[in-house]
């Protein structure tokens, strides 16, 4: 079985209420999360796991919020020798519009999404402002979608894990490494959710869902469960990343 490099590519942000990130936690403090796609690296295929914004603001100050650099999807794809056509697979974590918005350049590859999420993406609640239909007509007009109801191998050392605690279809990315097994989180969270600080502990809150969830008290049933499926477990949005080549260093 191929073993991958993990690597984080900065390609977008936001800036918003860390209440967004953390249930019940942080409101009114500002905080900036980094967006990123990652290429995992080995094997004879060419794998994202997401593909972040098209237009990512790229500043100074949004920069070193994170501690490290924004790119733009062709610029973050060259650091690695690649073009968007060259890549085989995307993996989806879910389909709000910051995880999926450069899925039309990748003109030859497969795209994986849990069934759910394409519904969501075509038919979303009310209260789900975050899915935007037109970041994945294409591929799904060119029949590149591949769609999956329940935990599946894509390639042998990469399995998607349905953990839908952000969102009805969201799938957790387990990869093998020469370091151990990694799992990068299908749920938008920071490190702080999954290592609470020790005021949240003394509630006797082992994690803490994200501030946008499917339920509350399902979310951090899937949190705890997530932080035993890997060696190590890479929140989707956490800002230490942003600075490393490879996780884990």
């Not at 959710?193 to 339920?215: F, S």
Request: charged share 25%; aromatic share 8%; with cysteine.
């Amino acid at each position: 079985m191929s073993t991958y490099i993990v690597h984080p590519i900065c390609m977008g942000t936001k800036e918003f209420d860390k209440g967004m990130m953390t249930y019940q936690q942080g409101y009114g403090t500002p905080y900036t999360i980094p967006i990123y796609t990652w290429y995992i690296e080995g094997g004879d295929k060419k794998i994202l796991v997401d593909t972040g914004e098209m237009q990512p603001i790229i500043s100074e100050e949004r920069e070193k919020a994170i501690g490290g650099r924004i790119y733009t999807f062709e610029e973050g794809l060259d650091k690695y020798g690649l073009k968007p056509e060259d890549i085989d697979i995307v993996i989806h974590t879910h389909l709000h519009n910051d995880h999926c918005e450069n899925d039309y350049k990748c003109v030859n590859a497969k795209v994986y999404v849990h069934e759910k999420e394409l519904e969501s993406a075509y038919n979303p609640h009310p209260l789900d402002f975050r899915y935007l239909e037109d970041y994945i007509d294409d591929v799904k007009d060119n029949g590149q979608i591949v769609t999956v109801n329940k935990d599946t191998e894509v390639v042998p050392g990469i399995t998607m894990i349905h953990t839908p605690a952000h969102t009805l279809g969201g799938m957790s990315v387990k990869v093998e490494t020469d370091k151990g097994s990694v799992l990068i989180c299908g749920f938008c969270t920071i490190l702080e959710n999954l290592e609470p600080p020790r005021e949240v502990k003394a509630m006797e809150m082992e994690v803490i869902p994200p501030g946008t969830n499917t339920g509350p008290a399902d979310a951090y049933d899937i949190l705890l469960k997530a932080k035993t499926m890997a060696d190590y477990v890479l929140p989707l949005h956490e800002p230490k990343w942003a600075s490393m080549e490879s996780v884990p260093e």
